[in-house]
């Protein structure tokens, strides 16, 4: 089993920026493709972006260009940077393995 630990989530101002990170609690896996999710208070859990072992990523719609999912396979750190944060970005954002293991979560709240 996988065990995920996302970090840097926290309270923005709208049009902010935040950088997440998600690695393994300890060296213990492969690597695999990575995926950023997130949660909405009241709504499902959606898919943000994945990136695959050679980095070729993908975004949701919504992303717009605002985020960019990037990775370190030596480290096995999935990384999430977030700029021009909006209101409707407030959410627990997940990170998720290729085998379908997540993390704890990290919040992230932009108000106003």
């Known amino acids: 089993q996988v065990h995920l630990v996302e970090s840097g989530g926290g309270l923005v101002q709208p049009g902010g920026s935040l950088t997440l990170s998600c690695e393994p609690s300890s060296s213990c896996c492969s690597i695999t493709p990575m995926a950023w999710n997130r949660e909405a208070p009241g709504k499902e859990r959606e898919w943000v972006a994945t990136i695959t072992l050679s980095g070729t990523t993908q975004y949701a719609g919504f992303v717009k260009g605002r985020l960019t999912i990037s990775r370190d396979n030596a480290q096995k750190r999935t990384n999430l940077q977030m700029n021009s944060l909006e209101a409707e970005d407030t959410a627990v954002y997940y990170c998720?393995?290729?085998?379908?293991?997540w993390g704890q979560g990290t919040q992230v709240t932009v108000s106003s």
């Open positions: 998720k393995t290729g085998l379908g293991e």
